[in-house]
């Protein structure tokens, strides 16, 4: 049973009687562009076909009430006098309710059943896929316009604010924008977007984007994220500009070796990398699989000498990767440390590649990897209405 029928079923039982409206929200991976965002810079994430859905109904009252099948657990507030009382999952929702009424936004009620199927902890932002769904949730119960840049950004306001996750717009804006077959490339900046469709095989048959998770998990990634940040605005007062986005190669080779060398390493990441970025969405437009794989190839390289964030086991799942004929390119993604690899892969070889990843990592590390094949998919949107 796929997660529509499922949260269409519970709902059904639980308030005997069928719901008014299904809405879902996806998680994401990102193809290139990592700690580039919160130094104003570009990121190519794409939607994933792993989401959060909400089975809802409108309520006559100003009360939330949400059973998670995931939680095995009920939410219950008032829109009005909302209070952040730390209870996990919970708080996302009230977060977006918050955000949205500070906006002017004006709520009603709902009650509804969710469920999902972002592995949690995997970075590929489960969190955000539940702010964008509650979001639409509220969108279509309140009766307010849907404007996907500005509900991305109460999104992040929830998270940065109630939750208390200091992320910058990624997950929330590809949350909400996605494209079906296509990434999407953000200016973290202006929050303009493009959208960019997956580049073909060079036969012409699809590729897959194939998430490798090497079952590893993040420690000391707030000490380690804040100090990379850090590292990066000393460098960007060195060269007198609000972010690293404005200092271009030739500004940064001109002047390398006046600055320490630690925070030489890691502008060198931040600059090439919006260069790759750029350079990765022109080769998706002009359909050239090769050039995003190598590209990806050499994001991991710079991700593992000179911005340093990366673990022997994404290193080992990368090279795994990268070793397979089928395997235009491979890199880590996320915020490093752990969590996944992601790489593109020739759609028709999907199966021998997966096998052949899994073995080679397992033999390497003693661990069994999670593997996901991934399409690029839609964002937030209402997938049925009675």
């Not at 469709?197 to 060079?202: E, G, I, N, Q, S």
């Not at 690899?341 to 990592?361: D, I, N, P």
Request: hydrophobic content about 40%; glycine content about 8%.
């Amino acid at each position: 049973m796929d997660l529509q029928q499922t949260v269409t079923a519970a709902f059904t039982e639980k308030f005997n009687t069928p719901p008014s409206l299904i809405v879902q929200a996806p998680g994401r991976v990102n193809l290139i562009g990592e700690h580039t965002d919160y130094n104003d810079g570009f990121v190519l994430p794409m939607a994933i076909d792993r989401g959060i859905w909400l089975a809802l109904r409108l309520r006559e009252d100003d009360q939330v009430v949400v059973h998670s099948l995931d939680f095995d657990e009920t939410a219950v507030f008032p829109l009005t006098n909302l209070q952040n009382t730390q209870s996990g999952w919970a708080e996302y929702l009230k977060g977006v309710a918050w955000a949205l009424q500070e906006n002017g936004y004006e709520l009603r009620g709902w009650e509804g059943v969710m469920a999902g199927d972002v592995p949690k902890g995997a970075g590929l932002s489960s969190s955000a896929a539940l702010e964008l769904a509650t979001a639409r949730a509220f969108q279509q119960v309140s009766g307010f316009a849907w404007d996907a840049a500005q509900m991305a950004k109460l999104g992040q306001l929830a998270e940065n604010k109630w939750v208390g996750v200091n992320c910058g717009i990624m997950d929330q804006m590809i949350s909400a924008a996605g494209q079906a077959g296509h990434a999407l490339l953000i200016d973290c900046r202006s929050l303009e977007t493009q959208s960019v469709p997956l580049p073909p095989a060079l036969d012409g048959s699809a590729t897959a984007v194939v998430i490798l998770d090497t079952t590893t998990r993040r420690g000391l990634v707030d000490s380690a994220y804040n100090e990379r940040r850090q590292q990066c605005e000393a460098a960007a007062a060195h060269f007198g500009v609000p972010a690293l986005r404005d200092v271009s190669i030739g500004e940064f080779l001109a002047e390398a070796d006046n600055l320490p060398e630690l925070t030489r390493r890691r502008a060198k990441h931040v600059i090439t990398e919006n260069l790759r970025t750029l350079n990765a969405a022109k080769a998706m437009q002009n359909a050239d699989a090769d050039l995003l794989g190598q590209l990806m190839n050499e994001s991991h390289v710079s991700m593992r000498d000179d911005f340093e964030i990366t673990n022997d086991e994404l290193n080992v799942m990368v090279a795994a990767a990268q070793a397979q004929p089928s395997c235009y390119g491979a890199r880590m993604t996320g915020g490093g440390f752990g969590g996944c690899a992601v790489a593109l892969v020739h759609g028709e070889q999907v199966e021998r590649f997966v096998t052949a990843v899994s073995r080679q990592y397992h033999q390497q590390t003693g661990l069994t990897p999670n593997i996901y094949v991934c399409q690029p998919s839609a964002g937030a949107s209402v997938i049925s209405q009675n």
